[in-house]
């Protein structure tokens, strides 16, 4: 690790766990994020900032100027560009070292699942049902672990589902058949609130990269901001679970 790191990293490197072996495990390690949006943007630069090798960067939308109140990482000058795109370039801007890999369009199961098979952890940053099944399905396939989040309103939630150590997972959660995930456009959300729930989920990306603290791996974090409340649940596997369960695919 050359000075430049040195200086870069320098805070990060005090903490107990990290040192030098630490940040040089971070500088090996492969990162996907699927959703650049109010969620991905500060994990990402969090991420970023931090020194993690390689960030895969995945969404197949593109900046618009209403998304800007929320969405960190994009400018008002990159409206109509994909946002994997424009937050590649925020993350060369704030660390050079990081290498990136913006994917613009939607994966398949395959490609979905060839991603994540290439990586270390991923962070699901997504805005829909379908999108959060099909990354806990390839995660439990591939053993990665998933950091999950959520936002609306003044509401969000995070929950870790190491797929390393089988169940609990995302579909022991909620259920496939439950509906539509709210979306911000209907519902609204607070700005921070995202903010919030993005940087809990870089935090928890880093512990499990670093193997520090203690992860929320079988807990759901749930955030009420507008109470000023925080608080954790246990989360229980379901046997009959079609992913993680004695039957699943896992």
């Not at 969404?59 to 209403?66: A, P, Q, T």
């Not at 997972?169 to 979306?183: D, H, I, S, T, V």
């Not at 959300?189 to 929320?216: N, R």
Request: aromatic residues 4%.
């Amino acid at each position: 690790m050359n000075d430049e790191q040195l200086l870069r990293y320098g805070r990060q490197i005090l903490l107990p766990g990290v040192d030098v072996a630490g940040q040089e495990r971070l500088a090996g390690s492969r990162v996907l994020i699927l959703g650049l949006g109010g969620l991905g943007s500060p994990a990402a630069l969090y991420l970023a900032g931090a020194g993690v090798g390689e960030l895969v960067l995945v969404d197949d939308d593109v900046v618009e100027i209403s998304n800007l109140q929320r969405q960190i990482a994009h400018t008002t000058a990159e409206a109509g560009t994909p946002k994997a795109e424009s937050a590649a370039r925020r993350i060369a801007e704030l660390n050079p070292e990081v290498a990136t890999r913006p994917v613009d369009h939607r994966l398949d199961e395959a490609e979905l699942a060839a991603e994540i098979a290439a990586v270390d952890l991923v962070l699901d940053c997504s805005d829909n049902f379908a999108t959060r099944f099909a990354v806990n399905r390839a995660c439990a396939t591939t053993g990665r672990p998933l950091v999950s989040g959520a936002a609306i309103r003044l509401e969000g939630q995070v929950a870790v589902f190491d797929h390393r150590r089988g169940g609990p997972c995302y579909r022991c959660l909620y259920r496939e058949e439950g509906g539509e995930a709210e979306r911000c456009s209907e519902s609204g959300v607070l700005g921070p609130v995202v903010g919030i729930v993005g940087s809990w989920q870089a935090a928890e990306a880093l512990k499990l990269l670093l193997g520090i603290g203690e992860s929320l791996t079988g807990r759901l974090l749930m955030l009420d901001l507008a109470a000023g409340d925080c608080r954790t649940l246990a989360l229980r596997a379901d046997p009959a679970c079609p992913v993680c369960g004695d039957h699943g695919g896992a």
